[in-house]
Antibody, heavy 122, light 113 residues
Framework: QVQLVQSGAEVKKPGASVKISCKTS????????IHWVRQAPGLGLEWVGW????????NYAQKFQGWVTMTRDTSISTAYMEFGGPSSDDTAVYYC???????????????WGQGALVTVSS | QSVLTQPPSVSGAPGQTVTVSCTGS?????????VQWYQQLPGTAPRLLIH???YRPSGVPDRFSGSKSGTSASLAITGLQPEDEADYYC?????????????FGGGTKLTVL
């Protein structure tokens, strides 16, 4: 069965880099995009960006360009999101999701990780 | 401020029908980009309910339906059940001169009375 298992919760001081992993199984890793979506406490979903595991191409939301990096390791079917210099505003649950093409773009996110809580606090 | 606008909350009694609206603009829904809907139960990851405006993935009850007109889309839930109490999000694609991005609505909390 399809599974996306994310790394555990993290507590970081402002300015320290964060790297979250998303290990996938049960499907061909390179056949689907991986999106990263975050949700601050009590707030809605916010798209961070996507990576195409086949080739590694990325697309980041404008507000995250320059400080978020998405990568993947096809040998272990795992995607990563790293961001540097977070502030307390970046405290959120970060989800990875497997997404396929619909409506002309890779927007249909049918399987999600369990979420990784990142707390940024001094 | 979300690119897609949803009402913060809706409510209905069991058995009733509720609709959730999602208003966009000419750079997303109005540009012909499809709309997806996600359900998020408390403490869980989102679940895909509707894709490409009107299509239900397998396993989603037919009580859930989607529609789109112009720059707006709607999610209708008929025969409301207590387990439908959740947050609902619309999602689409936004293309402007400055780039392209996936966008979500701000979310709508459904309360089953």
């Amino acid at each position: 069965q399809v599974q996306l298992v994310q790394s555990g919760a993290e507590v970081k001081k402002p300015g320290a880099s964060v790297k979250i992993s998303c290990k996938t199984s049960g499907y061909s890793f390179t056949d689907y995009y991986i999106h990263w979506v975050r949700q601050a406490p009590g707030l809605g979903l916010e798209w961070v960006g996507w990576i195409n595991p086949h080739g590694g191409g990325t697309n980041y939301a404008q507000k995250f360009q320059g400080w978020v990096t998405m990568t993947r390791d096809t040998s272990i079917s795992t995607a990563y999101m790293e961001f540097g210099g977070p502030s307390s505003d970046d405290t959120a649950v970060y989800y990875c999701a497997r997404c396929h093409y619909c409506s002309g773009y890779p927007l249909c996110c049918d399987y999600w990780g369990q979420g990784a809580l990142v707390t940024v606090s001094s | 401020q979300s690119v897609l606008t949803q009402p913060p909350s809706v409510s209905g009694a069991p058995g009733q029908t509720v609709t959730v609206s999602c208003t966009g603009s000419s750079s997303n829904i109005g540009a012909g980009h499809g709309v997806q809907w996600y359900q998020q139960l408390p403490g869980t990851a989102p679940r895909l309910l509707i894709h490409t405006n009107t299509y239900r993935p397998s396993g989603v009850p037919d009580r859930f339906s989607g529609s789109k007109s112009g720059t707006s889309a709607s999610l209708a839930i008929t025969g409301l059940q207590p387990e439908d109490e959740a947050d609902y999000y619309c999602q689409s694609y936004d293309t402007t001169l400055s780039g392209a991005a996936v966008v979500f609505g701000g979310g709508t909390k459904l309360t089953v009375l």
